[in-house]
C-alpha cells in the first residue's frame, strides 16, 4: 500500500504529506460526529502547524505517530512504526503523518 500512495502523491504532484494531510482531512469530513474526530483534527492541525520544526528534530521523511499534539514515536518504516503503535496503544490511536 505505500507504493500506491507514494506513487499516488507524485502522481499528482506532492509530497507524501501533503497527501497523506489531504486524505485524512478528507476521511475526517466524512466521519464528522465520530468520537475520535477531533482528536484527530487537532492532531493534524498541530503537525501542520509544527511541520518545519518536526523536519528538522526528526528528519524530512520521516513517519510520525502524534497522540494529543506529541510526538510519542518516529521511523523510517512506517510499517514498524505502525505495528510498534498497535502494540502500544491497541487500534486507533495514534495518528500517524509521515515528516
Known amino acids: 500500500m505505500a507504493r500506491e500512495v507514494k506513487k499516488a502523491a507524485a502522481h499528482r504532484g506532492v509530497t507524501l504529506t501533503e ?7 478528507r476521511a475526517l469530513r466524512s466521519q464528522e460526529g465520530s ?3 477531533s482528536e484527530l ?7 501542520e502547524r ?3 520544526r518536526l523536519a528538522v528534530r526528526y528528519g524530512s521523511g ?3 505517530a502524534i497522540v494529543d499534539e506529541e ?6 518504516d512506517s510499517t514498524r ?18 515528516g
Not at 483534527?41 to 503537525?47: L, M, N, P, S, V
Not at 510526538?71 to 523510517?76: K, R
Not at 503503535?85 to 495514534?94: A, D, I, K, T
Open 71 to 76: 510526538v510519542v514515536a518516529h521511523d523510517d
Open 35 to 37: 468520537p475520535n474526530y
Open 81 to 98: 512504526l505502525a505495528r510498534r503503535m498497535r502494540e502500544r496503544y491497541g487500534r486507533g490511536e495514534p495518528d500517524l503523518l509521515s
Open 19 to 25: 497527501f497523506m494531510v489531504t486524505a485524512a482531512t
Open 50 to 52: 509544527n511541520r518545519q
Open 41 to 47: 483534527e487537532r492532531d493534524i492541525a498541530w503537525y
Open 62 to 64: 520521516t513517519n510520525l
